[in-house]
């Protein structure tokens, strides 16, 4: 089982049983995700950004114009922080102390390229979109060379991380186990439902396959 | 229309016709959610921690053990980026590059205080627990004093805040109208189901009306 070595950074420090720093469950995690969360320091402060992103290998690509601030102030710093958060329910306790969540969580701590090779860049943005929808990229206009040259790709090695994991029903203090309070989990999923078509499409263009089989993926159960 | 200053610090670059300060397009977005995203700044480097939060007014109330890290770096920063973001479709276009998202997204910037305050303290629990679950606080045992005591509760006051929101169809470029390529709007939802109540119950005490409801506001259209 490989896993990513634990430094100061990385190191799960509250709730350390729900730690895991095997990197298969790390990329499961990415993996089923395409929203994440980007921290940077601008001014010395922290801001965080939501941006679409994609896994190959031991790297995550995120993109966005020449003149996005997140973007700029990675490539700058030459690190990134990001986090990928699934919430899988509610715990609702019988005690107010004892209320959670379960949920399936990852802190990356990477180094920041600019990605300037074409094939590489072509390749990077093949990804984030197959990433959303698996297969997609082959049913769309790729870009122009204007669009092309208008996109700054970052690449961010994977350096360390960390996930979180609590998938599991309430943990109440014994003593609370007999008081007349109902307890129990709420069971939380982000769906997709049926394509909605554009208007103006071409009267014999249907939706394609790889975009019914997401949606059919991600239904509600 | 009461709106947040605008500064550089909040100031959307990218897309600013997505862009919004008005102060209840931002609480609307903020009270649809109870996960964000915090980041802080941790050894000169960002790190972002997803955590549950409750809006009051102009304040958000976040909390965590006496030790938590994330929760004792804010405090000794004094301030604090946090985002919320709600996805709500996934924008499939005609041209890679018009790919897009349909989202509601928050960045506040605020201070942050420690609130000791035995009573405003025990209020800030409650606006976590109910903001969650409206009005479960209610069924619940309250927290007894040492776990009271063993939670921190901070006040982030927001001094400036700004809303992304992206809720439209498609917008190809026009020449791509007439190509063979499908697209449209897949639409994503955060949904619940039907609450599994805890194995030890006793027989008489059945799910709360709160979380009933909740359930019911929150399920698959």
Redesign the interface.
């Known amino acids: 089982m490989a896993e990513y070595s634990i430094s100061?950074?990385n190191k799960v420090?509250?709730g350390p049983k729900r730690a895991n720093y095997d990197i298969d469950t790390i990329n499961s995690i990415l993996d089923d995700s395409f929203?994440c969360?980007?921290?940077?320091?601008?001014?010395?402060?922290?801001?965080?950004?939501?941006t679409?992103y994609a896994r190959k290998g031991d790297v995550i690509y995120i993109h966005?114009?020449l003149?996005?601030?997140m973007m700029l102030s990675l490539l700058d710093?030459g690190?990134?922080?990001?986090?990928v958060?699934h919430?899988d329910g509610?715990v609702?306790?019988?005690?107010?102390?004892h209320?959670s969540?379960n949920?399936r969580?990852v802190?990356i701590?990477g180094s920041v390229r600019k990605i300037d090779d074409s094939d590489e860049k072509m390749e990077a943005?093949?990804y984030i979109?197959n990433h959303?929808?698996p297969g997609?990229?082959d049913?769309?206009?790729?870009?122009?060379t204007k669009?092309f040259n208008a996109?700054l790709v970052l690449e961010i090695k994977i350096n360390t991380a960390s996930a979180k994991i609590r998938a599991e029903?309430?943990n109440?203090e014994q003593e609370?186990?007999?008081?007349?309070?109902?307890?129990?989990?709420?069971?939380?999923?982000?769906?997709?439902?049926?394509?909605?078509?554009?208007?103006?499409?071409?009267l014999?263009?249907?939706?394609?396959e790889a975009?019914k089989l997401?949606?059919s993926k991600?239904k509600?159960?």
Chains 1, 2 share one sequence.
Do not use: C
Request: glycine content about 4%; proline content about 6%; hydrophobic content about 45%.
């Open positions: 100061e950074l420090k509250r929203l969360h980007v921290g940077y320091v601008y001014k010395g402060q922290a801001i965080v950004i939501p679409a966005g114009s003149k996005n601030r710093a690190v990134a922080s990001v986090s958060t919430l509610l609702l306790a019988r005690s107010a102390f209320h969540a949920y969580s802190s701590f943005l093949a979109l959303m929808v997609h990229w049913n769309v206009r790729h870009p122009n669009e996109t029903g309430v109440d609370d186990h007999d008081l007349p309070i109902w307890a129990g989990v709420v069971p939380i999923k982000q769906v997709a439902y049926d394509a909605i078509s554009d208007t103006n499409l071409p014999d263009v249907k939706v394609p975009v997401y949606v991600n509600s159960i």
